[in-house]
Structure formats: C-alpha cells, structure tokens
C-alpha cells in the first residue's frame, strides 16, 4: 500500500472516531483551519527548491553523536525527512515507509538521516517503536529547520488543542516557542545542490519514498534532472 493510501485510511480512522474518542467539529475546525492558513501563506513555496544550494548542518544523533551533512555527502547523495515528532501518527507511518525503501536509498549510494526538533530520548523511542535502522538527528529551536525555510509557530488555538490532548510539545521539545517543521523531504547530491524538493503544510500529505529513486539512480549516473 502507498504511503498516502496508509495517511488516507489513518484520517478516516481518527474522523469516525475508530480511535476513541470521536473528534468534535470544533476540534476539527480548528485543526483544518491552522492546516488552511499555513498553505495560504505561501511559506511552502518559499521553501528551497531543486537547484538551490542545501544548507549545510551538524546536528547530534540519538545517542549523541555529531552527524555532518558535509561528511555524509563526501560519501555520496543524501535524503533528508524533517518530521514534527513521535507524537504525530502520520510522521510515524512515513518514518515506517523510508524504512522500508530504506534498501533501494542504499542500492544507489545515497544515505538517509530524519530531522525533528524532540529531544533525544524521543527520537530514541521514535527509532524503537519505528523499528528504524536510519539516524534521527535533533534539531533544537528547529534552527536547521528554519535555514530550509520549512520553521513555523502553531497557532494559539491549536496549542491549547494539543495541550488537551497531552501534546505538550515543550516538553517533547525541551523548548518553550512551541514551533516545528513543516513536513519535507530532500535529495542533496554530493555537490550540495537538492535534487529533490517536497515540501508538505498540510501534515496528512506526504510523497511516497518511491518517488526519491528516479531521483537518486540520476544523482548516481551523474545526470541532471
């Protein structure tokens, strides 16, 4: 099944309320709203695109260490993910989906890292209960995040909405401004120029990851796109 058709089914799911409890309209409303006015901002379309430099970070890994884009690309192309958090089911599900193409990635060369701004020990759990074998790496205050453009504050409204569904992102974040990612995800090739560009203001859509390979097989051959 396609990453989509599994986001799809998951919005059902939550909407009938097959996941008690049922969300109410007001709930709904006010997530449809936040998810309506990111889009029309236009932020996503100010994100870079392929042909742009890929800004270039150091970021720690779950178990610590500094992880160097400049050093993964010495050794070939690299897909990035930004994801908001372990908390978010349909971040979940894709961290799943780049598992499991996570072979083909590695069939053309390229290597994968997922960027979120939770601490640590969430993205430690985000690798067990993912069954991942890809790097999570932290991204405090979403710094990297806001150097690709992709940084954004939740609305007042949505966060009382989180704060009573227990999303506490301060504390999942280990930071008050209660920001995140827009979900996105690229393809930098070794010159550091993204090859592959998507970015997502609206969280229940993401690409699937068969869409990086065509991408990749032209980064190995050395093509453009």
Same mark, same amino acid.
């Given at each position: 099944?396609?990453?989509? =058709?599994?986001?799809?089914?998951?919005?059902?799911? &939550?909407? !009938?309320?097959?996941?008690?409890?049922?969300? !109410?309209?007001?709930?709904?409303?006010?997530?449809?709203?936040?998810?309506?006015?990111?889009?029309?901002?236009?932020?996503?379309?100010?994100?870079?695109?392929?042909?742009?430099?890929?800004?270039? $970070?150091?970021?720690?890994? !779950?178990?610590?260490?500094?992880?160097?884009?400049?050093?993964?690309?010495?050794?070939?192309?690299?897909?990035?993910? $930004?994801?908001?958090?372990?908390?978010?089911p349909y971040c979940n599900l894709e961290l799943q989906a780049l598992e499991a193409?996570?072979?083909?990635?590695?069939?053309?060369?390229?290597?994968?890292?997922?960027?979120?701004?939770?601490?640590?020990?969430n993205s430690r759990k985000s690798q067990r209960d993912n069954k991942l074998s890809?790097?999570?790496? !932290?991204?405090?205050?979403?710094? +990297?995040?806001?150097? $690709?453009?992709?940084?954004?504050?939740?609305?007042? =409204?949505?966060?009382?909405?989180?704060?009573?569904?227990?999303?506490?992102?301060?504390? &999942?974040?280990?930071d008050a401004s209660w920001v995140l990612p827009m979900p996105a995800r690229y393809?930098?090739?070794?010159?550091? +120029?993204?090859?592959?560009?998507? +970015?997502?203001?609206? &969280?229940?859509?993401?690409?699937?990851?068969?869409?990086?390979?065509?991408?990749?097989?032209?980064?190995?051959?050395?093509?453009?796109?």
């Amino acid at each position: 099944m396609k990453l989509q =058709d599994r986001l799809d089914a998951l919005t059902a799911d &939550y909407e !009938s309320g097959k996941h008690p409890p049922k969300p !109410s309209r007001e709930v709904l409303d006010i997530m449809n709203r936040a998810t309506a006015d990111l889009i029309a901002s236009g932020q996503a379309e100010r994100a870079p695109k392929a042909g742009a430099k890929a800004p270039e $970070f150091t970021l720690k890994d !779950s178990d610590g260490r500094a992880v160097s884009s400049l050093d993964l690309l010495a050794k070939g192309p690299l897909v990035v993910s $930004f994801y908001r958090g372990v908390w978010c089911p349909y971040c979940n599900l894709e961290l799943q989906a780049l598992e499991a193409a996570l072979p083909e990635i590695k069939a053309r060369g390229a290597s994968l890292v997922a960027i979120s701004p939770q601490t640590a020990p969430n993205s430690r759990k985000s690798q067990r209960d993912n069954k991942l074998s890809f790097a999570i790496l !932290s991204d405090e205050r979403c710094e +990297v995040a806001g150097a $690709f453009g992709i940084r954004f504050a939740l609305p007042e =409204d949505l966060i009382a909405l989180y704060r009573s569904f227990k999303i506490d992102l301060a504390a &999942y974040n280990d930071d008050a401004s209660w920001v995140l990612p827009m979900p996105a995800r690229y393809a930098i090739g070794r010159d550091g +120029v993204i090859a592959y560009a998507e +970015v997502n203001p609206d &969280y229940t859509r993401r690409p699937d990851p068969s869409e990086l390979l065509p991408v990749l097989d032209r980064l190995r051959l050395g093509t453009a796109a």
